[in-house]
């Protein structure tokens, strides 16, 4: 089979050592020589764009294939999307193409039309909780499966395919899992999805059911799931569709162009992020750190956020802190129970990227008690948001960073929304009960009573 694109165009390279590895040819996604994590790196000196003359009749060249350049590109794409069923016109992350997967044939693209998501202003209830930022949310759980994960599945599957892979295999904590099984299935390979058993809830065991994954639980943690996931890609050479695969990253960067591009490509002061394994933290300095490499103004800080029962990044958090003493000091923890299920994780894989990432943009870690991340989804309840237990953690982790000055009065804030709040109807329900009246009969003076009409 001819290879999609050569590694002269994109090629893996280890962020500590930097081996350079086919990232169409590559099983196990971990440095042979130091066993560090994998970046994706395009060279953008040969990218496939069209540089003859633009309306203005200004020529193009790569030096000038900067921001005008792609702001043009990007919007043109934007309003053609009823017009066309391209992948770069139906895909709020294929929109970008040129910035996540520049040299990938079309043909090869898995797209389930994901990615048009809103970005809404906090509601006034949201707002007061809050306290004095410019706040808005990026409603990443309005996707087909319902989380962020299906922007960075549509490009993992697609290099899958492109790969010539058969079976796809992940551990999880319900999103990834529902995810890959659903791309798995549009682009006809089998997947096999592990499970921390009564760990996740029913909707998120239901979802890869339903797209014909082979789903086997294990009688312990996430982390327990991830470790002998690991252990398959080692010895075995299952293919991985988690965050240990790169390509992940590269299409959960569009949550950043979309933020840029909705703002007339100004980027806010900071962007918040619930952390569990580290896919989304990680996603969002990159794309930082790429659109300044196209001369775009990004000033943005990253704010990563733990619940305080899941908290191994936060924990030894500590302002002027370098990356080389954060991991000399960085050691796994036990979980504890939360409502935020999908960041249960007490030894997150992409840990290195997410605090490179942070200490890149000069950023920070929060923490949210229980209380704090349920209450953050109650109060984004009464304005009309169904969001997640993590996006409770995200929200409640800028309030706590206001309080303590972290984040300045009257800066614009955008907090990733990572899943719908469907998915955890359950416990959203249980912190709410409380709020039920049980009538004691089926009159009509009674139900009027308790209205108080």
């Not at 750190?289 to 899941?310: D, V, Y």
């Not at 958090?317 to 954060?326: D, N, Q, S, Y």
């Amino acid at each position: 089979m001819e290879k999609a694109f050569t590694m002269d165009q994109t090629w893996l390279q280890c962020m500590n050592c930097g081996h350079r590895a086919d990232l169409l040819e590559e099983r196990k996604f971990r440095c042979p020589e130091c066993g560090g994590l994998y970046d994706i790196e395009h060279n953008f000196k040969r990218l496939p764009v069209d540089l003859g003359d633009d309306s203005s009749g200004r020529k193009w060249s790569f030096k000038s294939l900067s921001s005008r350049y792609f702001r043009e590109l990007f919007q043109a794409r934007a309003g053609g999307a009823f017009n066309s069923f391209k992948p770069e016109c139906v895909s709020g992350i294929w929109r970008y193409k040129e910035w996540i997967m520049p040299y990938l044939p079309e043909g090869q693209i898995v797209t389930l039309h994901e990615g048009n998501v809103p970005i809404v202003p906090a509601g006034k209830n949201l707002q007061a909780w809050v306290g004095d930022v410019e706040l808005y949310i990026i409603m990443e759980g309005m996707t087909p499966t319902g989380s962020f994960k299906d922007f960075g599945g549509t490009v993992m599957m697609s290099i899958a395919k492109a790969a010539g892979i058969k079976a796809v295999c992940c551990a999880s904590t319900g999103d990834t899992s529902a995810m890959a099984a659903a791309y798995a299935a549009a682009a006809g390979l089998a997947c096999v999805v592990i499970l921390p058993r009564g760990k996740v809830t029913p909707v998120q065991l239901a979802q890869p059911l339903v797209h014909g994954a082979r789903v086997i639980t294990l009688p312990g943690s996430f982390d327990d799931c991830m470790r002998v996931m690991q252990e398959l890609v080692r010895e075995y050479g299952i293919y991985p569709a988690n965050s240990l695969n790169p390509s992940r990253i590269e299409g959960h960067q569009a949550t950043v162009f979309q933020i840029a591009q909705r703002f007339n490509w100004n980027l806010p002061d900071w962007i918040s992020v619930p952390v569990g394994n580290g896919s989304n933290c990680s996603s969002v300095g990159k794309a930082l750190r790429l659109m300044k490499k196209f001369g775009f103004q990004a000033p943005t800080k990253i704010l990563g956020c733990q619940s305080t029962a899941a908290d191994p990044l936060s924990f030894p958090w500590f302002g002027g802190i370098t990356l080389e003493k954060w991991k000399a000091d960085y050691s796994p923890i036990k979980v504890g129970e939360t409502s935020a299920t999908a960041a249960r994780i007490g030894d997150p894989v992409s840990r290195d990227k997410v605090m490179r990432e942070i200490l890149a943009s000069h950023g920070a870690m929060q923490t949210a008690a229980e209380r704090e991340l349920n209450e953050a989804v109650a109060i984004c309840g009464k304005d009309g948001h169904n969001v997640c237990p993590q996006t409770g953690m995200a929200l409640a982790g800028v309030r706590n960073a206001l309080k303590c000055g972290q984040i300045k009065a009257g800066e614009r804030v955008i907090v990733v929304s990572t899943a719908t709040g469907l998915k955890f109807g359950e416990s959203a329900a249980a912190n709410l009960k409380s709020n039920i009246i049980n009538a004691t009969d089926c009159k009509i003076s009674t139900v009027a009573k308790i209205m108080e009409l």
